[in-house]
Nanobody, 114 residues
Framework: QEQLVESGGGLVQAGGSLRLSCAAS????????MAWYRQAPGKQRELVAR???????MYADSVKGRFTISRDNAKNTVSLQMNSLKPEDTGVYYC????????WGQGTQVTVST
């Protein structure tokens, strides 16, 4: 059964940076469009960045210019570099393949303090 595992979250001050990583069983990542999502307290899960197999990227307006999604198909991983973090970036971050939607992992908590 496919499994997605997110890591790299933590507590950071506003303006700081974090790098999230997503690993998967099998070859899920290398054969899929991948995305990072986040769910803020009391809100629905939202897509924040997406990357195609070839490496083309798309970002939500709220993170454009601050977040960078990347992938390593050989290592079957996808990453999210988050810079200039804001308190509104706080939430649980998940990775998944948006056109397949495997079982969600446990996510990784990102908390940005003022």
């Amino acid at each position: 059964q496919e499994q997605l595992v997110e890591s790299g979250g933590g507590l950071v001050q506003a303006g700081g940076s974090l790098r999230l990583s997503c690993a998967a069983s099998g070859s899920i990542i290398s054969r899929s469009v991948m995305a990072w999502y986040r769910q803020a307290p009391g809100k629905q899960r939202e897509l924040v960045a997406r990357i195609t197999i070839a490496g083309s990227t798309m970002y939500a307006d709220s993170v454009k210019g601050r977040f960078t999604i990347s992938r390593d198909n050989a290592k079957n991983t996808v990453s999210l570099q988050m810079n200039s973090l804001k308190p509104e970036d706080t939430g649980v971050y998940y990775c998944n393949a948006p056109y397949v939607l495997y079982n969600w992992g446990q996510g990784t908590q990102v908390t940005v303090s003022t």
